[in-house]
């Protein structure tokens, strides 16, 4: 009996060993897929940032663009179609190799890119835009902008007539709206506001409010402050200042400066202007960067018409864009010189203008990578400076330098916009396609 018991602690323990090889090689197999998957998906995930998520191309000429991808496009036109050698419909091209494309006028299209003709990784947006030359401006400018409507910086509890804390607006505003009008009168500055509110008689209020790009109307109830004033307990903003760079300038006058919008300092994000101006700038001093502090250039602003440079039309994620003054155009200006696409950049070398002192001057550059998505709309030059004139003045690229042109093989390929903090001599730029395009 004990044989025989033996026996069956024996099978038992062979069928265990069976079983736990079993669950192993099930557990490695599973670790193996896992592992691959993974593999698999990094590689596409590197080739989905290797692939523009927008191409820009020059009217009226052919040109070739090289994606170096195991992949197909189709091709689907969605305007324009003058003079192009893309039919009508859509059309299927090899990516592994370059492609060549013939542009129209205004030409756009929309491109589906499927790696190994099979998995649909990206979408493409190809544009054609004029071929143009610009001035490389480098010069300082003062900037001054009003908001379109009264912009919600914060809200507020203050103490009413009967020592309550109250916060009217707490329920109804936050910061980043835009209020545009009381009770159905306009409100274009902070003085209007306050002044509505103020004679509302102890009456609720309909406020004209923006959200997120979304009209909508609130009604609150302002309330009476310790000395009997009627407040809705809100901070609020209607103007911003700052100096930049103008970035070009074109024949018609038109200009682009910064590279990147200006965000109010309180809510972060890109203000909504009404318009602005901009002025003349003289630099006063240079705040060398230092490792961990970002340096800074300081102008002195005077807001005199006598002083008024252009004026604003536009802030946006892609800079400041407006008109210059006749006055303007009429002064000594650089040469017009042509602009270069993303697909002409190349690693190395470079130069940008900018103006430390009297007059703008280049300083050498050294561009070290270049981010193609449209996740890094204003950061897809990555650069290094490498003149020791302005490494000794600056430190690198210091605030008041965004928007400095950015040229390379003797055309305007983007503007500086951004430095890192902790590596001062290094910082980013916007590709020209993308400030042109706005």
Do not use: H, T
């Given at each position: 009996m004990a044989h025989l018991n033996k026996k069956i602690i024996d099978i038992k323990r062979v069928r265990y060993r069976k079983k736990s090889h079993k669950m192993l090689r099930l557990f490695l197999t599973a670790m193996l897929c896992v592992g691959i998957t993974a593999m698999c998906g990094l590689k596409v995930y590197s080739y989905h940032k290797r692939i523009p998520s927008n191409l820009y191309f020059l009217a009226r000429q052919e040109q070739e663009y090289d994606f170096g991808l195991p992949a197909t496009g189709r091709v689907r036109m969605t305007s324009g179609g003058q003079k192009s050698n893309i039919p009508e419909g859509a059309v299927t091209i090899d990516l592994s190799g370059p492609v060549k494309l013939l542009t129209g006028d205004q030409d756009s299209y929309d491109m589906e890119v499927r790696?190994?003709?099979?998995?649909?990784?990206k979408n493409v947006g190809i544009h054609v835009i004029e071929d143009k030359r610009l001035i490389p401006m480098g010069i300082p400018v003062g900037i001054y902008m009003r908001s379109k409507g009264?912009?919600?910086?914060?809200?507020?509890?203050?103490e009413n007539i009967y020592g309550e804390t109250v916060s009217p607006a707490k329920a109804y505003l936050k910061s980043g709206d835009y209020i545009y009008s009381v009770d159905?009168?306009?409100?274009e500055n902070k003085d209007e506001l306050v002044n509505a509110i103020k004679n509302c008689n102890g009456q609720s209020v309909l406020l004209q409010v923006e959200r997120d790009g979304t009209s909508r109307e609130v009604i609150l109830k302002p309330e009476q402050n310790s000395l009997g004033e009627y407040k809705a307990g809100i901070w609020v903003r209607d103007n911003v200042q700052g100096v930049g760079t103008m970035t070009y300038l074109e024949g018609d006058g038109s200009f682009g400066a910064l590279g990147h919008g200006i965000a109010d300092v309180d809510t972060g994000q890109v203000m909504e202007v009404r318009d602005g101006f901009l002025y003349r700038t003289e630099i006063v001093e240079l705040r060398k960067g230092e490792n961990g502090f970002p340096g800074e250039m300081t102008g002195r602003i005077i807001y005199d018409d006598q002083f008024i440079m252009g004026r604003i039309e536009k802030n946006c994620a892609q800079g400041v864009f407006g008109k210059c003054s006749i006055e303007t155009l009429e002064q000594p200006l650089q040469e017009s010189i042509p602009i270069g696409l993303k697909?002409?950049?190349e690693l190395g070398p470079a130069e940008i203008l900018c103006t430390l002192e009297d007059t703008p001057k280049r300083y050498?550059?050294?561009i070290t990578k270049l981010h193609l998505d449209q996740d890094y709309i204003n950061r897809g030059i990555e650069l290094k400076v490498t003149d020791p004139e302005l490494l000794g003045s600056t430190g690198g690229i210091i605030q008041g330098m965004s928007g400095s042109p950015i040229i390379q093989n003797g055309k305007l390929i983007g503007a500086v916009t951004h430095v890192l903090v902790n590596a001062p001599e290094k910082g980013y730029g916007i590709f020209i396609e993308n400030m042109l395009g706005e």
């Open positions: 790696l190994f003709g099979i998995l649909p990784i009264v912009l919600v910086i914060g809200v507020a509890e203050f159905g009168e306009k409100v697909q002409e950049i050498q550059v050294e």
